[in-house]
């Protein structure tokens, strides 16, 4: 943090200094104040949510570190079971608020997500939104999931079959699908009847795990099964992953 000067002032060439222990840093300039403020970034694997869906009372679902410069991506599922409001906030460490994360803090919110006073709140009704978290820029966007299908070979990769639509159980926090009949030639789960928002398995896991760790724009899974349960939001474990049966 400091202020700046005309460069007719400046003792040497007026260059920002930084101390080096962090890969990425934030730069804010307030020229009408002629201020700035060097923020060191350090990015944790995972960002929690808390809100009305739980009460306020846990930080269990969660978006991953995706991408080393601060991005977070995830899916979560936004509801109001006690009619508190669909709002939330984040916080960087679980169960920790003086780690939050609210409107207050994040310069810029899109999509189904908007600003409450301190709370974010979701404007596109209660459901499961994709959400992505620039930690860098402070920005926020999340995109309602109206539906989660299957797409494979088995279905000609029409990823707008309405037969492979999938059923979200909000008590499990999963979606559903019985009578699926993906085979081992390969298939993958699309969202809203496109291929902009797909899971796929991971391309750095064992073929036996080709289930536990799914990510965005994977490979294609090659298990064959009926019943098909994905589980999106990182509640009860720290990957996305799926079951076959």
Excluded: H
């Excluded at 991506?73 to 939330?88: H, I, K, M, Q, R």
């Amino acid at each position: 943090t400091g202020s700046l000067a005309r460069r007719s002032s400046l003792s040497d060439d007026g260059s920002f200094k930084v101390d080096g222990t962090s890969k990425f840093i934030r730069i804010q300039i307030n020229m009408a104040e002629m201020t700035y403020t060097i923020t060191p970034l350090d990015f944790d694997p995972y960002v929690y949510f808390i809100g009305a869906t739980d009460g306020w009372a846990n930080a269990e679902q969660k978006l991953a570190l995706t991408d080393e410069t601060g991005i977070y991506t995830g899916y979560l599922y936004v509801a109001d079971p006690n009619s508190w409001g669909l709002e939330f906030k984040f916080q960087k460490v679980a169960g920790d608020w003086d780690s939050q994360l609210n409107s207050n803090n994040l310069t810029d919110i899109s999509g189904g997500f908007a600003k409450g006073d301190d709370n974010i709140k979701a404007v596109d009704g209660e459901g499961v939104y994709y959400v992505t978290l620039d930690m860098a820029s402070l920005t926020l966007n999340a995109i309602k999931v109206e539906n989660m299908s299957l797409v494979g070979d088995f279905n000609g990769w029409n990823q707008a079959d309405d037969a492979q639509q999938m059923t979200w159980d909000a008590e499990n926090y999963c979606y559903v699908i019985e009578n699926a009949g993906v085979t081992a030639k390969g298939w993958k789960f699309t969202t809203n009847n496109a291929w902009d928002i797909n899971l796929g398995s991971n391309d750095s896991v064992e073929p036996s795990n080709v289930l536990t760790d799914l990510v965005a724009f994977g490979k294609n899974i090659g298990v064959a099964g009926n019943t098909i349960k994905l589980y999106p939001t990182r509640k009860d474990n720290d990957n996305i992953y799926c079951t076959v049966e």
